[in-house]
């Protein structure tokens, strides 16, 4: 079992809609757990990081994390033709070092 | 612009060839990490330097890759005798030491090797 799992879509919504992106991981050490997009031959850019279970907002998006079922999501409201890339999940344990899911490719349609 | 900068965006070589790729990182940032990205794939980490010392490496970081940050501001990866299974995309990233959660990646060196 791979330590970050993350669907690779490709996921097509209709602009407007509220968009649900999801990871599942194994490691029970994961500490940080961040949300990174990356538009085609880009670097990944942050959006968010979360420390704790709960929910953490920042404009259209929330990040939830749910440590007792090793479950992330990002939800994005009112989607938009710009949000459309790769959503990478992103865990940090103990030891500093990031452990990427394979990222989500999203289409939101106009 | 004060993000990080990468040089070359892309570069293409022949098998067999050395290749050598800078990372410049925001200036107040003191870690400095490398990645690779192949398609479909997130990035895997390579290696990491806190200043000019390099901490860590990763099993992916053969004898063939050798990475420097020798003032502990800009950081150079070098591939020697590239093999068509180099061809990646190859990231840089930094942080500040408390931050690794924060990291900020550049826009990346794209090697494609034939």
């Known amino acids: 079992q791979k330590e970050v799992e993350q669907d690779p879509g490709p996921l097509s919504v209709p602009e407007g809609a509220i968009v649900s992106l999801n990871c599942t991981y194994s490691?029970?050490?994961?500490?940080?757990f961040m949300w990174y997009r990356q538009y085609s031959r880009k670097g990944p850019e942050l959006l968010m990081y979360t420390y704790s279970s709960g929910n953490k907002e920042d404009g259209r998006f929330t990040a939830q994390v749910d440590k007792s079922s090793k479950y992330i999501s990002l939800f994005i409201r009112d989607s938009q033709p710009s949000d459309s890339a790769t959503y990478l999940c992103?865990?940090?344990?103990?030891?500093?070092?990031?452990?990427f899911g394979k990222g989500t490719r999203l289409h939101i349609l106009p | 612009d004060t993000g990080v900068s990468q040089d070359p965006r892309h570069k293409i070589t022949k098998r067999g060839q050395n290749v050598t790729f800078r990372c410049d990182p925001i200036s107040e940032h003191n870690r400095l990490y490398w990645y690779r990205q192949t398609l479909g794939q997130g990035p895997e980490f390579l290696t990491y330097?806190?200043?000019?010392?390099?901490?860590?490496k990763s099993r992916l970081l053969s004898d063939r890759f050798s990475a420097e940050r020798p003032k502990g501001s800009f950081s150079t990866l070098e591939i020697q005798r590239t093999e068509q299974g180099d061809s990646a995309m190859y990231l840089c990233a930094s942080s500040f030491p408390g931050n690794v959660y924060e990291q900020y990646f550049g826009p990346g060196t794209r090697l494609t090797v034939t």
């Open positions: 490691n029970s050490a994961f500490q940080y």
């Open positions: 330097f806190q200043n000019e010392a390099q901490l860590e």
């Open positions: 992103a865990m940090i344990s103990r030891d500093d070092k990031i452990i």
